[in-house]
């Protein structure tokens, strides 16, 4: 009976051992049959270039698995070429993909894009890697951009502003005889340069016809002979000095038929500015009056409107007020219930 015993045991861990050995065997047949990506580049350098040229470079991808990779390609930006963008590798091989990034049209800039590769690889459905193409600049630009808020006409009539040029290493091409301004809006008035030791100079004026809102420019700077432009970007805005919120007000009736008093907020958009003065309602209806001020700030001014018990002819009702020693005029729309 023990000697039976015995030989059931011995059987019970063959059989275990031998169940054991074919789970494993079969995991690791299964697990080398699949395809495996792999990426010798996570960043690629295509090194520096010229305005609008086209960056060229390349990146391998590798399958270092047992079954065949299936993958595509995708960039983050439509300036990107990638070729081929889809395809198979066979186990153990590797494919050159061909890329390109096109550069900006102006200096001082650089393009950075995102490749995304999507594959088969079960553990790796999807990896990327990074490529970055720059064009340097050949001179620095100071400031490298200009943005100007104007509250009345007299400020940009007397309005210059200084530009410098300093060149970056040595450059054949950087003399004032040879300097290219060049601007997209006819408001720019630019002056003669000027070399003020190594430095080349500038001014910049501004129309005096300039209406209000947003304008928005630059210049492309450069030097005959060398096709590197570097760009100025310009933003000008001549706006009120003063602004009422809200602009428009919904006017409700209490319960015995008159108007409820309308609050409303001056905001001072000159920093500098303090809400000293009164507010002056021009050629207001009899029936609409100032009842309170309030300082609020140093830039802000509650108006408190009320109207007389006087019916009103008008649905719609614009109000203009004064404030500053400018007389700066702003107006709001109050709109009546029937």
Avoid at 29 to 36: M, S, T
Avoid at 37 to 43: C, G, N, P, S, T
Avoid at 58 to 66: A, E, Y
Avoid at 140 to 167: A, G, H
């Amino acid at each position: 009976m023990s000697f039976l015993t015995n030989r059931l045991f011995l059987y019970s861990i063959l059989s275990l051992l031998g169940t054991f050995s074919f789970v494993c065997i079969s995991g690791v047949l299964a697990l080398e049959h699949k395809p495996k990506i792999l990426l010798k580049e996570q960043a690629i350098n295509l090194g520096n270039g010229k305005p609008g040229q086209e960056m060229k470079g390349s990146f391998d991808i590798i399958n270092s698995g047992f079954a065949p990779l299936e993958y595509s390609i995708r960039a983050s930006c439509g300036c990107t070429s990638l070729s081929p963008h889809m395809g198979v590798i066979d186990s153990s091989e590797t494919k050159k993909i061909n890329l390109s990034i096109k550069l900006p049209e102006y200096s001082n800039s650089e393009k950075g894009v995102r490749i995304t590769i999507t594959s088969n690889d079960p553990n790796s459905p999807e990896v990327s890697c990074f490529a970055i193409a720059k064009c340097p600049t050949p001179f620095n630009v100071t400031p490298d951009r200009i943005n100007k808020t104007f509250y009345d006409i007299e400020s940009v009539k007397n309005e210059e502003l200084s530009v410098e040029l300093e060149p970056v290493g040595h450059s054949d091409y950087f003399d004032i005889g040879s300097l290219q301004i060049e601007s997209n809006n006819d408001l720019f008035m630019i002056s003669n340069p000027v070399k003020v030791g190594e430095l080349l100079c500038f001014k910049i004026n501004f129309d005096g016809k300039l209406t209000k809102g947003e304008h928005y420019g630059s210049l492309n700077i450069s030097f005959n002979g060398d096709d590197r432009a570097v760009k100025l970007p310009i933003s000008i805005k001549l706006i009120k000095p003063y602004l009422i919120v809200p602009s428009k007000v919904e006017v409700q009736r209490n319960e015995d038929g008159t108007f409820k008093d309308v609050v409303l907020t001056l905001i001072s958009r000159k920093q500098q500015n303090e809400m000293k003065n009164n507010v002056r309602l021009i050629n207001p209806p009899d029936n609409v009056v100032i009842k309170k001020e309030t300082v609020l700030g140093k830039n802000r001014r509650q108006i408190q409107l009320g109207f007389s018990p006087k019916r009103l002819t008008a649905q719609n009702l614009k109000l203009c007020f004064s404030y500053g020693k400018d007389d700066s005029q702003i107006s709001c729309q109050l709109n009546f219930p029937e």
